[in-house]
């Protein structure tokens, strides 16, 4: 680990050249893809987070009292505690990777090349990955976990308000590495709270093989102009539904709360629901009566052609006015927007202008309705009379994903393992010559 006092007492280049050697180094040195070795670095990992947890969360309850204490938002709070509940689901995570391992390192099929040979696609790893990423320690997890099972080098770089997390995570994860037969250095995660470190490192393409950032639009955006190295961006999540006159409406309610209530700040939570004007008034009731049966706290920002009910005290729900800058908006609360539309043409106009192409969705009875949607709206996913939360690489049964890509190269969509190696063709020439 690279800690902050190291950073402060030498040349940013300098630390960065440190860290970039150590990971292609050891990179060198791993064993080929496919060894034994990485699947018991996914035991060893599982076994190790429980051995320190009590440390771990020791390290989270310093980083929670400190964000608490600069007056963070509770839902960014929230995103930086550790409960025992984390720890099950990266256990979890391990053993599902673990399983997986074997699919994405299945011997792919010979390719019959004419009649002299046979070609093969072999999988190889991408090589070191930098991952940059906003204050969620289960990342840090994520980010030591799935790179590593496919055979790449990984630098970690998380947000300042979960750097003794991560240190304390950085801990176990060295000691898992070691005890599977890995080269330590596979993993580094950086404590650098200046972000000098991190400029240095992103002016190397040289060294990094792939950039994957995941956070904020601005932090993507920051990462796509700042550096050269190839991106796979996990874009902001300023998701949509759009509400057709031919929505059940009941069903539209409970898909509206299940899309932003229980992860309000989630890239797939709703932010924007569009609806059919001459519904909009039984659609907004509809949410409203499902809040209180399931007592869930929602904001709703009304566009003023939309008349409010009147507040009741005790409703776990509240209207207020939607403001031009609520459009585009990651509201990272439980708050959505409504905004009465013409129709479907007018739905994907505005998603167009204002979406991240990460996660839509139309409600709507209608086949035609929800084909047109589809074919309109460019989205790494559409989910059609679903939760925008529906799109998840377990869920959707794809395997364990690191980020949900936006992009249009390479991958879209979960990035599971399949998509954290590359190709080698072999092809068995058996003396073949080409004239």
């Known amino acids: 680990m690279v800690t902050a006092t190291q950073t402060a007492a030498v040349n940013p280049q300098d630390t960065a050249d440190a860290v970039l050697r150590r990971a292609r180094t050891a990179f060198d040195a791993a064993p080929p893809l496919g060894d034994a070795a990485y699947a018991r670095y996914c035991r060893e990992l599982a076994a190790r987070l429980k051995e320190h947890w009590p440390d771990i969360q020791d390290a989270n309850r310093a980083d929670i009292a400190r964000a608490e204490m600069r007056g963070l938002p509770p839902t960014l709070v929230d995103r930086l505690r550790l409960t025992d509940v984390h720890l099950e689901r990266m256990v979890e995570l391990t053993c599902a990777v673990e399983r997986e391992l074997g699919t994405v390192l299945a011997d792919a099929p010979g390719i019959p090349a004419g009649d002299w040979g046979v070609l093969r696609s072999v999988p190889k790893p991408l090589g070191v990955a930098l991952m940059i990423y906003e204050a969620r320690p289960t990342v840090t997890v994520d980010g030591a976990l799935l790179p590593i099972a496919v055979g790449n080098a990984v630098l970690l770089r998380g947000g300042k308000e979960s750097a003794r997390t991560d240190a304390a995570l950085a801990a176990a994860v060295e000691e898992a590495l070691t005890s599977a037969g890995l080269p330590a250095g596979l993993v580094t995660v950086l404590e650098d709270p200046d972000r000098s470190l991190m400029k240095a490192v992103l002016a190397r393409p040289d060294q990094v093989d792939v950039l994957i950032p995941r956070g904020s639009p601005s932090l993507i955006e920051y990462c796509r102009t700042a550096s050269s190295i190839p991106l796979i961006a996990s874009g902001g999540g300023v998701n949509h539904l759009y509400v057709h006159r031919s929505a059940d409406l009941a069903l539209a309610a409970r898909v509206t709360l299940n899309s932003k209530v229980p992860e309000p700040a989630g890239c797939t939570s709703v932010e924007m629901v569009l609806v059919d004007q001459e519904i909009a008034p039984d659609y907004l009731a509809a949410v409203l009566a499902e809040c209180e049966r399931q007592n869930a706290p929602l904001t709703i920002r009304l566009d003023s052609s939309i008349a409010g009910p009147a507040a009741r005290d005790g409703m776990p729900w509240r209207t207020e006015p939607l403001e031009p800058h609520d459009l585009g908006r990651e509201f990272l609360d ?54 925008l939360r529906l799109h998840d690489g377990p869920k959707l049964g794809l395997g364990s994903e690191i980020s949900i890509a936006t992009g249009r190269l390479h991958v879209r969509g979960p990035v599971t393992l399949g998509a954290l190696v590359t190709t080698t063709w072999v092809i068995e020439a058996n003396g073949e010559l080409r004239g």
């Open 334 to 387: 439980p708050v959505i927007g409504l905004r009465p539309i013409p129709g479907l043409a007018a739905a994907a106009e505005h998603i167009r202008a204002y979406g991240s192409r990460h996660t839509e969705g139309v409600l709507a009875q209608d086949p035609a309705t929800a084909a047109q949607f589809a074919r309109l709206v460019d989205a790494a996913m559409i989910v059609v009379n679903g939760s």
